[in-house]
């Protein structure tokens, strides 16, 4: 038996091949685990082309990201593909507890998530969230927070995607006043 925490990911290898790659865990129920998964490239193309039965590999899990949840206000941030961990990451959030997701993709395949999260929001007062598309709009800033009052000490943050972008907007908040204790990231790495 393995168990998940909201926002983990395991190491996913195929039996003919030594390469393995990090996957966000969507949903557990009982034995079954269910991935968050973009086909793109080699591996995942192989991935896709498993039948029931198929052997695969699973390490894990992984990561610490949602470990730290409170019943602050949260600032969800994610760009691209980090959006997967708080696909999962919806089941921690409080009744009354306000949340609030602003995710950055230019990727038509990975914006059929949207309507998962508009889903959420629709019947989640306390949950908002903001889709930009990067072919039309900027990418996710410090003024794309503020436009959103979304800065201050009363927050927690919790940033993932890729590298460049987390480091660029947790400095960015880090030079508002934001204590590093609370901006946290996943960066699909063991820690």
């Known amino acids: 038996k393995i168990f998940f925490y909201p926002g983990q990911f395991a190491f996913l290898s195929l039996s003919s091949s030594r390469d393995e790659h990090p996957f966000t865990v969507r949903s557990q129920n009982g034995d079954e685990v269910v991935f968050a998964i973009k086909i793109y490239g080699h591996f995942t193309t192989k991935l896709s082309e498993k039948n029931e039965g198929s052997r695969i590999t699973l390490r894990g899990p992984f990561g610490m990201f949602a470990s730290s949840i409170s019943t602050s ?24 507890q306000k949340t609030t997701l602003i995710w950055s993709c230019r990727d038509d395949s990975l914006q059929k998530l949207e309507k998962d999260f508009k889903k959420y929001q629709s019947t989640h007062p306390n949950f908002s969230f903001k889709f ?19 800065v201050g000490q009363k927050f927690r943050y919790y940033i993932c995607g890729p590298l460049g972008m987390m480091t660029d907007i947790g400095n960015q908040l880090a030079q508002t006043g934001i204590k590093r204790k609370k901006i946290n990231y996943e960066d699909f790495s063991l820690k």
């Open 73 to 96: 206000p949260q600032v969800w941030i994610a760009g691209g593909i980090g959006v997967t961990p708080f696909l999962s990451m919806l089941d921690l959030i409080l009744p009354d």
């Open 132 to 150: 930009i598309d990067t072919c039309i709009d900027n990418h996710i800033t410090i003024n794309t927070l503020k436009e959103q009052e979304l």
